[in-house]
């Protein structure tokens, strides 16, 4: 049973925009943290943004930084990633990841869960 589900993915021109969500459940709904990753072809996985669950204070990777916006849900108990002026090097499978600390929130091997990975193709 996957426990982190993301979707919302696609095709977009450059300056578009695009909203990711995630759904958790089982194991993965007892997080600390949430986070977004991406990985485009022949690169290695990149820290996007990450939240902390409680408080919702949020973190940035610099190439995002004042375009793409990290929220949480507790209702609904899903996360979501909203991508604004995409660029062409955006493109990328984009992950979701969950985690059960703090520490290490840009680190990809620090997490426990992770979602299957949604396509964003930013066409320019």
């Known amino acids: 049973q996957a426990e982190l589900v993301e979707s919302g993915g696609g095709l977009v021109q450059a300056g578009g925009s695009l909203r990711l969500s995630c759904a958790a459940s089982?194991?993965?709904?007892?997080?600390?943290?949430m986070g977004w990753f991406r990985q485009a072809p022949g690169k290695e996985r990149e820290f996007v943004a990450a939240?902390?669950?409680?408080?919702?204070?949020?973190y940035y990777a610099d190439s995002v930084k004042g375009r793409f916006t990290i929220s949480r849900n507790y209702a609904e108990n899903t996360e979501a990633l909203q991508m604004n002026s995409l660029k062409a090097e955006d493109t990328a499978v984009y992950y979701c990841?969950?985690?059960?600390?703090?520490?290490?929130?840009?680190?990809?091997?620090?997490?426990?869960?992770w979602g299957q990975g949604t396509q964003v193709t930013v066409s320019s």
């Open positions: 939240i902390i669950w409680s408080v919702g204070t949020s």
């Open positions: 089982g194991r993965a709904a007892s997080r600390y943290a």
């Open positions: 990841a969950a985690k059960s600390s703090s520490v290490n929130l840009n680190r990809a091997d620090s997490y426990d869960f």
